[in-house]
T-cell receptor, first 114, second 115 residues
Framework: DAGVIQSPRHEVTEMGQEVTLRCKPI?????LFWYRQTMMRGLELLIY????????DSGMPEDRFSAKMPNASFSTLKIQPSEPRDSAVYFC????????????FGPGTRLTVL | AQKVTQAQTEISVVEKEDVTLDCVYE???????LFWYKQPPSGELVFLIR??????QNEISGRYSWNFQKSTSSFNFTITASQVVDSAVYFC????????????FGSGTKLNVKP
């Protein structure tokens, strides 16, 4: 079975540009999570969805960040405008409802904002 | 408050040595889950184990074993006969009953296994 798929794997952009990160969860998983990993703050939950509906976005750092899940197999995390402090690895994770709370992570997108 | 502490920032061992990674957690919940994830140099996060608060049995999977002790709020991870491929950053995480979806991750322990 395919795991969580993220694209791109690496993104380098200039300050002020719009960045869009993409995620395809594992088929059948009802929950989708976006995390950010930095040296200073470690792994932080930004937002999560259940059945395509955002449930908790309290971790989204500021209005420059937005996330959408238009259908069960696709989500985006957008940063507009990007800033150098947004440089991090962004992970997407998913999990099924019910039997387990285990979250399965994608390979991550390494974002560098110059 | 929910918190996970991994006091060991970095550990270096020589291949075939046993190594234990410590994880101490804080929670007021009676029901909670603990997890270990591995992040190899390639960067992905790989799920290793999940444990719920009602199950204090230790678990062994090949060279990996986990020791869960509620009395000391610890969930330690031991690798027996370490191998170079075990080199990675290992994260302990806690999910509490206020919101099982909100994981609290420790800061990670970087394990270097030298040949």
């Amino acid at each position: 079975d395919a795991g969580v798929i993220q694209s791109p794997r690496h993104e380098v952009t200039e300050m002020g540009q719009e960045v869009t990160l993409r995620c395809k969860p594992i088929s059948g998983h009802d929950y989708l999570f976006w995390y950010r990993q930095t040296m200073m703050r470690g792994l932080e939950l930004l937002i999560y969805f259940n059945n395509n509906v955002p449930i908790d976005d309290s971790g989204m750092p500021e209005d420059r960040f937005s996330a959408k899940m238009p259908n069960a197999s696709f989500s985006t995390l957008k940063i507009q405008p990007s800033e150098p402090r947004d440089s991090a690895v962004y992970f997407c994770a998913s999990r099924p409802t019910g039997s387990t709370d285990t979250q399965y992570f994608g390979p991550g997108t390494r974002l560098t904002v110059l | 408050a929910q918190k996970v502490t991994q006091a060991q920032t970095e550990i270096s061992v020589v291949e075939k040595e046993d190594v234990t990674l410590d994880c101490v957690y804080e929670t007021r919940d009676t029901t909670y889950y603990l997890f270990w994830y591995k992040q190899p140099p390639s960067g992905e996060l790989v799920f290793l184990i999940r444990r719920n608060s009602f199950d204090e049995q230790n678990e062994i999977s090949g060279r990996y074993s986990w020791n869960f002790q509620k009395s000391t709020s610890s969930f330690n991870f031991t690798i027996t006969a370490s191998q170079v491929v075990d080199s990675a950053v290992y994260f302990c995480a806690l999910g509490g009953e206020d919101n099982f979806n909100k994981f609290y991750f420790g800061s990670g322990t970087k394990l270097n296994v030298k040949p």
